[in-house]
Nanobody
Framework: QVQLAESGGGLVQAGGSLRLSCAAS????????TGWFRQAPGKEREFVAA????????????AYAATVKGRFTISRDNAKNTLYLQMSSLKPEDTAVYYC?????????????????WGQGTQVTVSS
């Protein structure tokens, strides 16, 4: 199993930037897909970004939701067992609780149902 803990959320003005971090423990971090999701009040949890694991030769492949592509960047430091989400040009509609997640049995994954382990979430609030 793997344990995940997010940090870096906060309040930022529209147009600003934030970097979220997700520290992992319990498993070798780079071998499986990892991703970021978010959930706004009254809405379902939605995919934000994912990065593939090292198995099957798909290391480093990145996927983004259309709503964040070009503004958000996902990255992973396997030596530090940490996943990042750099968010720029933030908009009020980006306000949500952001979760990092791991799909332990998959090298690529973009659907909520594919992810097995979840962090507790970190709040991001973007003011207009």
């Amino acid at each position: 199993q793997v344990q995940l803990a997010e940090s870096g959320g906060g309040l930022v003005q529209a147009g600003g930037s934030l970097r979220l971090s997700c520290a992992a423990s319990g498993r070798t971090f780079g071998s499986f897909a990892t991703g970021w999701f978010r959930q706004a009040p009254g809405k379902e949890r939605e995919f934000v970004a994912a990065i593939s694991g090292s198995l099957g030769g798909s290391l480093g492949f990145k996927a983004y939701a259309a709503t964040v592509k070009g503004r958000f960047t996902i990255s992973r430091d396997n030596a530090k067992n940490t996943l990042y989400l750099q968010m720029s040009s933030l908009k009020p509609e980006d306000t949500a609780v952001y979760y990092c997640a791991a799909a332990l049995g998959k090298t690529t994954a973009t659907m909520t149902s594919e992810y097995d382990a979840w962090g507790q979430g970190t709040q991001v609030t973007v003011s207009s």
